[in-house]
C-alpha cells in the first residue's frame, strides 16, 4: 500500500532554522500536508500543497515538493521554543490522508 | 465558534468492558473520521462516515464499532474484543471527498486498568 516515511526526532538550536523531510509513495497524490501537533491535543493543518506546485511559502513556513523524487520538506524559519511539537506529513491517496509516523521537533536553548 | 467536540479527555476501562468516545461537530461536515495515534507510529484509520447513515471500514476496525445517526455526531465504541484498547483516539472532519482540509478534535486518551 500507500506509505509515508519521516524520521522521528529532529534536534535544532532556538534561532536555527528546521527542516523536517518526508518521503511519500504515490505519485498520483493530490494534495500533502503538514500537520502540527501539541503535547496531549488534536493535529492542526499547519500547511499543504498542491501536487503541480514546487514551492509554497508562509510566513516563517517554506514548503518544498520534489515530485521527481517523491519528497516533500517543511523549513521553519527562526525556530522558537513554541515550534516544538510533533509535525506530520501525509498525503491524499484516493480521498484518504495517509500519515507519517511524525517527527518531534525538539528545540535547544 | 465552529470545531469539534471530543469527550472525555481521558478515559479508563477496565478490562473486558466496553466503552463509547463521543465526537460532535458543528461545522456542518459530511464527512467523518476515527484515528488510533499510537507512540512513534503514525494515525491509522479506525473508521470513516461520508454521509449520515452510512460508514465504513478503515485500516484497523477490528474491535470497534460507530455510528452515524445525526450529521453532527460521530461516536466510537471501543468492545471488548479489542485487545490492546490503550491509545490516543483523534476524531476529524471535513466538508467531504472533495475538501482538503480535515478539522480534527484535540483527542481522548484511553487507558486500560
Known amino acids: 500500500g500507500e506509505d509515508v516515511e519521516q524520521s522521528l526526532f529532529l534536534s535544532v538550536r532556538e534561532g536555527d532554522s528546521s527542516v523536517i523531510n518526508c518521503t511519500y509513495t504515490?505519485?498520483?497524490?493530490?494534495?500533502l500536508y503538514w500537520y502540527k501537533q501539541e503535547p496531549g491535543a488534536g493535529l492542526q493543518l499547519l500547511t499543504y500543497i498542491f501536487s503541480n506546485m514546487d514551492m509554497k511559502q508562509d510566513q516563517r513556513l517554506t514548503v518544498l515538493l520534489n515530485k521527481k523524487d517523491k519528497h516533500l520538506s517543511l523549513r521553519i524559519a527562526d525556530t522558537q521554543t513554541g515550534d516544538s511539537a510533533i509535525y506530520f506529513c501525509?498525503?491524499?491517496?484516493?480521498?484518504?490522508?495517509?500519515w507519517g509516523a511524525g517527527t518531534k521537533l525538539i528545540i535547544k536553548p | 465558534d465552529g470545531g469539534i467536540t471530543q469527550s472525555p479527555k481521558y478515559l479508563f476501562r477496565k478490562e473486558g468492558q466496553n466503552v463509547t468516545l463521543s465526537c460532535e461537530q458543528n461545522?456542518?461536515?459530511?464527512?467523518m473520521y476515527w484515528y488510533r495515534q499510537d507512540p512513534g507510529q503514525g494515525l491509522r484509520l479506525i473508521y470513516y462516515?461520508?454521509?449520515?447513515?452510512?460508514?465504513q471500514k478503515g485500516d484497523i476496525a477490528e474491535g470497534y464499532s460507530v455510528s452515524r445517526e445525526k450529521k453532527e455526531s460521530f461516536p466510537l465504541t471501543v468492545t471488548s474484543a479489542q485487545k490492546n484498547p490503550t491509545a490516543f483516539y483523534l476524531c476529524?472532519?471535513?466538508?467531504?471527498?472533495?475538501?482538503?482540509?480535515?478539522?480534527f478534535g484535540s483527542g481522548t486518551r484511553l487507558t486500560v486498568v
Open positions: 504515490d505519485s498520483s497524490s493530490t494534495y
Open positions: 461545522l456542518n461536515h459530511d464527512a
Open positions: 501525509a498525503e491524499m491517496s484516493n480521498y484518504q490522508l495517509i
Open positions: 476529524a472532519s471535513r466538508f467531504g471527498v472533495w475538501d482538503y482540509g480535515y478539522t
Open positions: 462516515s461520508q454521509i449520515v447513515n452510512d460508514f
